[in-house]
């Protein structure tokens, strides 16, 4: 598997998994009738260094590293992953997720937070084993299609 930074005609190879995951409605919180242009401003942005994993020259995974807060909060990150679902448990997206990690390591980044995760996801697991942990959860803040209402994890890990 290869990991890179992206480029803008990656995205036409990112949208089909993005639309998918987003549609689910079962792991972001975004709208899950977010517009292909809508999706690319939040995902691609500028403001974002964004990274895309191949596997025999197939887009199968994207991941965005990006401050998540301003001013002399800024070196704490922030990140998002998205691994195409036909494809999940392959180790793809424990791959991103180091190389990302390294990344923000590098780039002077002293920590990692991620503001919603919820709690339902799959993904706590990798998180955790990544050695995140989770600072509180927001009770009822997601009105997941099969849970009903759940909570959102707030994550951090120390880089």
């Known amino acids: 598997?290869?990991?890179?930074?992206?480029v803008p005609g990656d995205w036409p190879r990112i949208w089909p998994f993005w639309q998918r995951i987003v549609a689910a409605?079962?792991?972001y919180a975004w709208d899950r009738d977010t517009s292909e242009e809508d999706a690319r401003s939040l995902w691609m942005n500028p403001a974002?260094?964004?990274?895309?994993a191949e596997n025999d020259g197939a887009v199968v995974a994207s991941a965005y590293l990006?401050?998540?807060?301003?001013?002399?909060?800024?070196?704490?990150?922030?990140?998002?992953?998205m691994v195409d679902p036909d494809l999940a448990g392959r180790g793809t997206g424990r791959a991103l997720a180091e190389h990302v990690l390294a990344a923000a390591r590098a780039e002077g980044y002293r920590g990692m937070v991620f503001n919603a995760v919820v709690e339902t996801n799959p993904a706590v697991r990798l998180w955790t084993?990544?050695?995140f942990t989770i600072l509180g959860t927001v009770p009822d803040a997601f009105d997941h299609p099969r849970h009903g209402r759940?909570?959102?994890?707030?994550?951090h890990r120390a880089l």
């Open 25 to 27: 409605g079962e792991t």
């Open 150 to 155: 759940v909570g959102l994890h707030i994550m």
């Open 1 to 6: 598997m290869l990991i890179r930074e992206a």
């Open 129 to 131: 084993s990544l050695g």
């Open 66 to 81: 990006t401050p998540n807060y301003g001013g002399p909060a800024a070196r704490v990150a922030n990140a998002g992953f």
């Open 48 to 52: 974002k260094r964004v990274y895309v």
